[in-house]
């Protein structure tokens, strides 16, 4: 995502019509509320709804039914039919791909349709969907899609006096549940679905209620290009009612979380109260960024304040804390301060949006709130630090310097436009400069910024990270991602994501 990240200021784009974004607004506001239980759309059990707002400008554009646990009751149930007794895990592997293929065509199809919908409900610039969450998200579905093929146990080579034979066989956990958060919906959903699809699963998905919208839209396409009645099965609502049924339900097998690390403690406290369903979480990040005096500091800045822009620093791979080296530390804060000026803030939908706003109103007051409660603890403000007025809940890029390593703004996942500065001496030895990096109780990523190559793979070696982005390369969907210490649990993507979907039954033949 990062890549992507990095390329997003100044995007060329397609021009949009209102036209397009009034016909949606018009769409959604007549789409009843409902929840999709064994291939039907139907209102929740309780007959009760929740708002879905746009948040740049605080107008409400949908209403969704709050589902709760007698609604995941009925969609664990048709899930663990669909498991049982439907085709989907006994269908031939090549044509459960081929219809996550047909489901990557259709979603491709409707690509401006999604990038519209996604920057109305979840706030994100339209050029960052378009370059970020669109084709990761397509790269990632094709992926799972042939991978479908795959999946394999192993059978070890025979001695020559063994009778009978030994083999593992790799088999669909059963019915996953999937819970997603606000910030990155469409991405989150789709790849967690299409690596639980592509291992034969039936699935729960629990989209986050802030901005559910992508999620109920993938759900029909996966109706209207053939998956099978049970197999996908949406329930929108509250993560303190539908969510907690989920991670505490005895008939699901798996939970792949994607949200804080608030909850994730709890969803792994559920599982194990319940029935041992097993847990992939992908959590919170304070993610640190190393610059030394070598690196190209212009590129360095750029994607520094690109990526904290990107979703408006609601990323939880951002790079949020910045350890430069002491030479250049003026020349960095001034490139990095000059790019935050050239940002254009406003809504995800204005073709000329680089940043939108942030998700909600307590999102921001949580942001400010950390920021103040620093800045009166004795850190400087180079720039920002506040909310914008008016309508929509914008928040300014935000520069911080002078700022402890205790403070709140050093330690807590902010999830805001907002960046630390802090210099490190130009001898410093790596592992003092690895010690500032490494004093997180996340581990999500890291970001290095350095030419001399015993620098690099020096500090590589250092980081307590599940990924190390080294001067802004890579970008492929198919790696590994997921981090170590407080920031999750697994891996997603690729074969080893797709792992996590599968359990593994040993066979001793004997004859
Ligand atoms: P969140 O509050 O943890 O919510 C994530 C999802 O869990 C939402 O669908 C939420 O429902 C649901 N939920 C809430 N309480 C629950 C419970 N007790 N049991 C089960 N489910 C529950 O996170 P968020 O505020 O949406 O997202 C921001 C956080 O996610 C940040 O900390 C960010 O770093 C992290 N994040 C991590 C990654 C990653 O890949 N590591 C990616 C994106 C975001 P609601 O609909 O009620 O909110
Ligand atoms: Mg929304």
Not at 332 to 359: C, K, N, Q, S, V
């Amino acid at each position: 995502m990062t890549q992507a990240a990095n390329e997003t200021a100044g995007a060329p784009a397609p021009a949009h019509s209102g036209e397009a974004l009034d016909a949606l607004r018009r769409t959604l506001s007549q789409q009843p509320p409902a929840v999709l239980i064994d291939g039907t759309w139907r209102a929740s059990v309780s007959g009760r709804t929740l708002e879905v707002d746009d948040p740049a400008s605080e107008n409400r554009i949908a209403v969704i039914a709050a589902g709760d646990g007698h609604d995941i009751d009925l969609a664990v149930a048709a899930a663990r039919r669909a498991f049982r007794e439907g085709p989907w895990p006994r269908l031939p592997a090549s044509k459960r791909a081929a219809l996550l293929f047909a489901l990557a065509d259709a979603i491709e199809a409707r690509q401006e349709e999604f990038a519209l919908l996604e920057s109305l409900d979840a706030g994100h610039s339209l050029a960052s969907i378009r370059k970020g969450d669109l084709p990761l998200g397509l790269r990632s579905l094709r992926d799972y899609a042939g991978w479908a093929t795959k999946i394999a146990g192993e059978v070890p080579m025979r001695s020559a006096d063994q009778a009978g034979m030994d083999y593992f066989l790799r088999e669909p956990i059963g019915v996953a549940a999937i819970v997603t958060p606000w910030n990155a919906p469409f991405l989150m959903v789709l790849q967690k679905l299409a690596a639980a699809l592509a291992a034969g699963c039936t699935t729960v998905i629990k989209p986050a209620e802030l901005a559910p919208l992508s999620a109920l839209r993938i759900g029909e396409l996966c109706r209207q290009v053939g998956i099978p009645d049970g197999v996908v099965n949406i329930v929108t609502g509250e993560g303190a009612s539908a969510g907690q049924a989920l991670a505490e339900h005895p008939d699901v097998n798996l939970i792949s979380f994607t949200g804080s690390t608030e909850v994730g403690r709890s969803i792994m406290a559920a599982a194990a109260r319940s029935n041992l369903k097993r847990v992939v979480l992908e959590l919170g990040g304070k993610s640190p960024v190393v610059v030394f005096a070598d690196a190209d500091v212009d590129k360095a800045a750029q994607a520094i304040v690109a990526e904290i822009a990107f979703k408006s620093g609601q990323y939880c791979a951002a790079g949020s804390r910045v350890f430069v080296q002491h030479s250049i530390h003026g020349a960095l804060l001034e490139r990095m301060h000059a790019a935050m000026d050239r940002l254009r803030i406003g809504a995800g939908y204005d073709e000329t949006t680089d940043m939108g706003p942030m998700i909600s109103q307590r999102q921001r007051q949580r942001a400010e709130a950390i920021i103040q409660h620093s800045l009166a603890a004795g850190a400087r403000a180079l720039r920002g630090g506040r909310a914008r007025p008016g309508p929509g809940y914008f928040f300014e890029p935000t520069l911080l310097t002078e700022a402890s390593a205790d403070m709140r703004i050093a330690r807590e996942e902010i999830f805001a436009p907002a960046i630390v500065v802090t210099p490190f001496a130009d001898d410093a030895p790596l592992a003092a400069v690895a010690a500032l990096a490494n004093d997180s109780r996340y581990g999500l990523s890291a970001k290095l910024w350095a030419r001399d190559l015993g620098t690099v793979h020096g500090l590589i070696g250092l980081l307590e990270t599940g990924q190390v982005i080294v001067n802004g390369g890579g970008g492929e969907a198919t790696l590994p991602f997921g981090g170590v210490k407080q920031s999750g649990y697994g891996r997603e993507n690729g074969h080893i994501g797709l792992s996590a979907f599968t359990e593994i039954k040993a066979v001793r033949l004997g004859y």
